[in-house]
């Protein structure tokens, strides 16, 4: 079993920066593929980054280059870095644990998943 919780969001301007955190408990954490995911009002949830246990990385295109995920498997801790937020950004960002040996892992194998944390981007 793996417990996650979000922290980090807020509300920011066009152009700015935030770091989203994620903080797993569990042993096996540093087995486990981690991902965020977002859900902006009225839409389905979507895939942003996934971070293998060696670090590996996977961006949905629309974040390339502006966000970078990062794991501290010592603080069981993952990240989301963004950078140059635009409003579209806007949305309740999830972190994600998957059981899976597939890399990148399908959405449906994220099994453990957090609470939310709300970003909001003002133009």
């Known amino acids: 079993q793996v417990q996650l919780v979000e922290s980090g969001g807020g509300l920011v301007q066009a152009g700015d920066s935030l770091r989203l955190s994620c903080a797993a408990s569990?042993?096996?954490?540093?087995?486990?593929?981690m991902g965020w995911f977002r859900q902006a009002p009225g839409k389905e949830r979507e895939f942003v980054a996934a971070?293998?246990?060696?670090?590996?990385?996977y961006y949905t295109d629309s974040v390339k280059g502006r966000f970078t995920i990062s794991r501290d498997n010592r603080k069981s801790t993952v990240y989301l870095q963004m950078n140059s937020l635009k409003p579209e950004d806007t949305a309740v960002y999830y972190c994600?644990?998957?059981?899976?040996?597939?890399?990148?892992?399908?959405?449906?194998?994220?099994?453990?998943w957090g609470q939310g944390t709300q970003v909001t981007v003002s133009s």
């Open positions: 994600a644990a998957a059981l899976s040996s597939n890399w990148p892992p399908r959405n449906y194998e994220y099994r453990y």
């Open positions: 569990g042993r096996t954490f540093p087995n486990y593929p």
């Open positions: 971070i293998s246990w060696r670090s590996t990385t």
